[in-house]
């Protein structure tokens, strides 16, 4: 399924709307903190499982939003940082395990 809008809030969170018309919201501060890009990945995986990230205002502010094909999202957050692809089923995927709109 792909979205049918994308809209920040409050600059905090994400909110998508599907093409069902259903709606998702994401914590902006925990979708950075689990950044899907390669450098992110490996460095929690180098962090113990208490390990709780603090991340600063513009790490957590996105600067530029964009749909990547038909199956993603890419966040250029204003801190520059802009390699991490988000894609639908891993968002959707967070959202149903949490039973929770701010899942991830």
């Not at 180098?46 to 991340?55: A, E, F, G």
């Amino acid at each position: 399924m792909q979205p049918s809008k994308l809209k920040l809030v409050d600059e905090k969170q994400l909110y998508i709307e599907w093409e069902d018309k259903s709606g998702t919201i994401l914590s902006l501060h925990k979708m950075r903190a689990l950044c899907p890009c390669a450098t992110c990945s490996t460095s929690r995986l180098s962090q113990s499982k208490s390990y709780i990230p603090i991340l600063l205002t513009n790490q957590i502010q996105v600067a530029k939003l964009e749909v990547v094909g038909n199956y993603a999202i890419k966040i250029e957050w204003k801190d520059g940082h802009n390699t991490g692809i988000y894609e639908y089923s891993s968002l959707m995927r967070y959202v149903d395990e949490k039973n929770s709109l701010e899942a991830i």
